[in-house]
């Protein structure tokens, strides 16, 4: 089977993150181990918003006629919901941001891709492009699995168990912004995204 003919999963990372994150190496291993037929997608996002978001449209675009799914950490579990709302699709999303537009207005100026070195510059409409993109209520919250960490140094879990508050949730004591154990919850995560029907975990 080629890879055109396989699911296709979306991965969306965070904020000073990359394609080469802890979390995707975990997943794309875990995949591999598992010998799972899915083909995993890891646009690489940058930072601005509306770029970011034209990316991730055009790998789920592509993927028309065979099942999709996303799966984001942090910003990127934030471009997760509103994708997610716009085309319709499972999504799972891991410490997410709920507010990115409030949470990176003390960002604003020259950073530095923790991964690649690279220096981007966030800009205040960068803010505006990410409120702008804000799904607001869900139409079909049942189609989001949120999966947190009450130990998040960097997000607080509970504005997202807000947020989220009619969608499946697993909330796990401790942990970090990273998510501990991450390849743990990878089988629940898939099964929810039902990219491999018929497939017990």
């Known amino acids: 089977m080629s890879s055109e003919d396989l699911p296709r999963l979306i991965y969306l990372h965070g904020f000073k993150s990359s394609p080469q994150s802890q979390k995707v190496t975990e997943l794309r291993e875990w995949l591999e181990r598992e010998a799972l037929p899915i083909e995993l997608v890891v646009p690489e996002l940058g930072f601005a918003p509306d770029e970011a978001i034209a990316r991730v449209s055009r790998n789920i675009e592509t993927a028309a006629?065979?099942?999709?799914?996303?799966?984001?950490?942090?910003?990127?579990?934030?471009?997760?919901s509103a994708l997610g709302a716009r085309y319709n699709l499972r999504s799972v999303l891991i410490n997410p941001a709920v507010a990115p537009y409030r949470l990176l207005r003390r960002y604003i100026g020259v950073q530095e891709n923790l991964y690649t070195g690279e220096r981007f510059e966030v800009e205040e409409a960068h803010m505006d492009q990410l409120q702008a993109m804000d799904p607001s209520e869900l139409a079909r919250p049942e189609r989001f699995l949120v999966c947190l960490q009450t130990g998040d140094e960097t997000l607080d879990y509970r504005e997202a168990v807000h947020r989220y508050r009619h969608s499946p949730k697993w909330i796990q004591p401790g942990g970090d912004h990273r998510f501990q154990g991450f390849p743990r919850i990878l089988p629940a995560a898939l099964a929810f995204l039902k990219l491999l029907p018929g497939r017990r975990y």
């Open 65 to 80: 006629g065979r099942p999709c799914g996303l799966m984001g950490s942090s910003l990127g579990g934030y471009y997760a």
